[in-house]
């Protein structure tokens, strides 16, 4: 008998154990179908519409915080979610892993801590940043932390085969290579903020190539990951980048003729060196 009733709880944990991986495998799937469905409406949105912060900053947009603040929070779930959810992956020991995971936080200790804390040192305290703008990055941030967390703690498969070294040194150099012209570019961009006397045309560098190096250099970045990570999660990262970049991008390109008209190179191109 009590046999008998060990086995009916052993089957128990092993069909709910089943049914548990069933619906982490279709909440990873519709989040993945998710993240290739909003990069269309993303891309055509932001071409009728720039996101009203920064240079574009309008009323109209509901409150406002302060701009360190809005990127420090929305922000933060690619930080605060992936390290709640890789314990939990199967691979979440293997070293691969904890070394393929660490570019991504990287990026993301950058952008969540240092980078506010730039804009704070450098620039006048305004609340110009819209809460609305902020609560939409904070979403993409979930729903892209979640996918690219628990593809490299779970779902990856290759980590045993030959190539993962190769794939991910390929990937890390070009990582490194875009983290470097973007933080490069919010530095010269935070200097002149800080030198006052309104808006000027940066120079020098890749400002001589493009008008927005700190997006070439995200996407730059973004290109590395998906080449290191070798997954759809990874590629669908980059393909929402472009839709959200490179239309803000154009958008900043206008506005830089605009306002600067024949003081402004007309070589530099948008955000991609000699193409867009």
Not at 109 to 117: A, D, E
Not at 221 to 234: C, F, H, K, N, V
């Amino acid at each position: 008998m009590h046999h008998h009733s060990q086995s009916v709880i052993t089957f128990h944990q092993t069909t709910t154990q089943t049914t548990m991986a069933l619906l982490d495998q279709n909440l990873f799937h519709y989040s993945l179908l998710s993240l290739y469905l909003i990069g269309p409406p993303t891309f055509i949105s932001l071409k009728f519409l720039q996101a009203p912060y920064g240079k574009h900053h309008r009323p109209g947009w509901g409150p406002t915080i302060s701009p360190p603040l809005a990127w420090l929070l929305m922000e933060s779930p690619a930080l605060w979610l992936t390290l709640l959810l890789f314990p939990s992956g199967q691979h979440s020991t293997n070293p691969k892993a904890l070394i393929l995971m660490s570019p991504y936080l990287l990026h993301y200790f950058h952008r969540t801590i240092i980078y506010p804390l730039r804009i704070y040192r450098n620039s006048k305290p305004t609340s110009g940043f819209p809460v609305s703008v902020a609560v939409m990055a904070f979403g993409f941030n979930l729903l892209n932390a979640y996918l690219q967390a628990r593809w490299v703690s779970h779902y990856k498969s290759d980590y045993d085969g030959g190539l993962f070294w190769w794939k991910f040194f390929g990937g890390l150099v070009v990582f490194v290579w875009g983290m470097r012209i973007n933080m490069w570019a919010d530095r010269v961009l935070l200097g002149l903020k800080r030198e006052g006397g309104g808006y000027k045309v940066p120079r020098g560098g890749w400002f001589e190539l493009v008008s927005c190096p700190n997006y070439f250099g995200e996407i730059v970045e973004w290109i590395g990951w998906a080449l290191m990570t070798w997954s759809w999660s990874g590629f669908g990262f980059l393909l929402y980048t472009c839709a959200n970049l490179v239309p803000r991008a154009r958008a900043n390109h206008r506005w830089y003729l605009e306002k600067f008209k024949e003081d402004y190179p007309r070589s530099r191109r948008a955000v991609i060196p000699f193409l867009c």
